[in-house]
């Protein structure tokens, strides 16, 4: 099994509301990421968790709070957000190779 | 920090082409990945390469990791309409977990 899996698909929130992203991933991998993509750029890493940890912020604004519950979720908390935020939220997991990317959620803040 | 570029940018051929496009870097990678995406999805990992010099097959596609460790290539043969996408290379230098990506090439294919 090399899937990871995102939930929800597509979120629309407001500027005052909290809300969260989900990932799984159940193939044993010690690292998963959040990257942030928007139209036709690469993804640009926001957070590295290794072995549960936090090892990786890239200097992301404290509005994106992310949270590792155990070995095979991760989440990304989302509070007071600006419309700049709208973009595709990409979760992905590796062993140290070859990442593995979830779906996506697409996030548009109005 | 480390950069990728990648070439080209965008690419139109016919179908039944072949389709080249590289990554290169000022720093030394320990492994190199290609992607490809599709609108509203999440990459695909099509090849890994974790040693300089390893030529890699996975179907029609061939990637390379070169000997100096600063670059790799993709190949496409025989393109099909559904190749049609952004393919991204993508390295690790090995010293964590950080992932760093080229901008990308868009591939267009007319049937």
């Known amino acids: 099994d090399t899937e990871v899996t995102q939930t929800p698909k597509h979120l629309v929130m407001g500027m005052t509301n909290k809300k969260s992203l989900k990932c799984e991933q159940h193939m044993g991998h010690r690292a998963m990421y959040w990257y942030k993509q928007k139209a036709k750029k690469p993804p640009e890493l926001m957070f590295v968790y290794s072995y549960e940890k936090l090892s990786i912020n890239e200097s992301v604004p404290s509005r994106f709070s992310p949270e590792c519950p155990n070995s095979s979720l991760l989440n990304l908390h989302l509070h007071a957000l600006q419309p700049e935020d709208s973009a595709l939220y990409l979760c992905?997991?590796?062993?140290?190779?070859?990442?593995?990317f979830g779906p996506g959620t697409r996030l548009t803040v109005l | 920090g480390q950069q990728l570029n990648q070439s080209p940018q965008s690419m139109f051929i016919q179908e039944g082409e072949d389709v080249s496009m590289n990554c290169t870097s000022s720093?030394?990678?320990?492994?190199w990945l290609w992607y490809k995406q599709d609108p509203g999805e999440g990459p695909v990992l099509l090849i890994a390469l974790y040693k300089a010099g390893e030529l890699t097959s996975n179907g029609r596609l061939t990637a390379q990791f070169g000997i100096t460790r600063k670059d790799s290539f993709l190949n496409i043969s025989a393109s099909i309409p559904s190749d049609v996408g952004i393919y991204f290379c993508a390295g690790h230098t090995g010293s964590n977990y950080k992932l760093t990506f080229g901008k990308g090439t868009l591939l267009t294919v007319n049937p």
């Open positions: 720093s030394i990678f320990n492994t």
């Open positions: 992905a997991s590796s062993q140290g190779g070859g990442a593995f």
